[in-house]
Nanobody
């Protein structure tokens, strides 16, 4: 049973933008705070954006002002707009509940590579 499906990654140059999408099953999406996480090679997975059911957002300093999370309740979708991308943003990006992700919900993720 597919519950979270991420898409939209790719290879971009520094300074460019990408928009990631996450399709969520309704029972996961509804009433829950959703988040985008990333995991770079050799590093722990980290939360990079979160949005409550009411639309409040939160970001770590590393992406604040560059990333923007949004959600579409009608479509059970979560988005991550990433601007001014840097090489250190290179990672596999996942969506899940936040701040406590559910292990069973991890999807395949989507690869974001930032390189000149």
């Amino acid at each position: 049973q597919v519950q979270l499906v991420e898409s939209g990654g790719g290879l971009v140059q520094p300074g460019q933008s990408l928009r990631l999408s996450c399709a969520a099953s309704r029972h996961i999406f509804r009433f829950n705070t959703m988040g985008w996480y990333r995991q770079a090679p050799g590093k722990q997975r980290e939360l990079v954006a979160a949005i409550t059911d009411g639309g409040r957002t939160n970001y770590p300093d590393s992406v604040k002002g560059r990333f923007a999370i949004s959600r579409d309740s009608a479509k059970n979708m979560v988005y991550l707009q990433m601007n001014s991308l840097r090489p250190e943003d290179t990672a596999v990006y996942y969506c899940n509940l936040a701040p406590s992700p559910v292990t069973e919900y991890w999807g395949q993720g989507t690869q974001v590579s930032v390189s000149s």
